[in-house]
């Protein structure tokens, strides 16, 4: 019987379309458009590009405002 080995590599972008940046944050392309305050970069004339890590940042400072509201609101019932 015949070994056989497989090496695969896996590239992860950083830098995003507008389309793969609502899939990302798991948003409609239209919602995204309209909610997301992360501005695109122009990476050359008439690209545009989200940055992962700042789409990242925005969820995490959301995450970071549920948790201070929630945090507020178990304190208020006491």
């Given amino acids: 019987m015949a070994n056989a080995s497989l090496t695969i590599n896996v590239n992860e972008k950083r830098m995003l379309k507008q389309s793969e940046a ?3 944050t798991g948003l409609p392309p239209k919602l995204f458009k309209t909610t997301c305050p992360v501005q695109p970069i122009e990476m050359r004339p008439g690209t545009v590009l989200w940055d992962k890590r700042d789409l990242d940042n925005w969820i995490d400072a959301m995450k970071e405002g549920a948790e201070m509201a929630t945090q507020d609101v178990i304190l208020g019932k006491l």
């Fill in 22 to 24: 609502a899939v990302y």
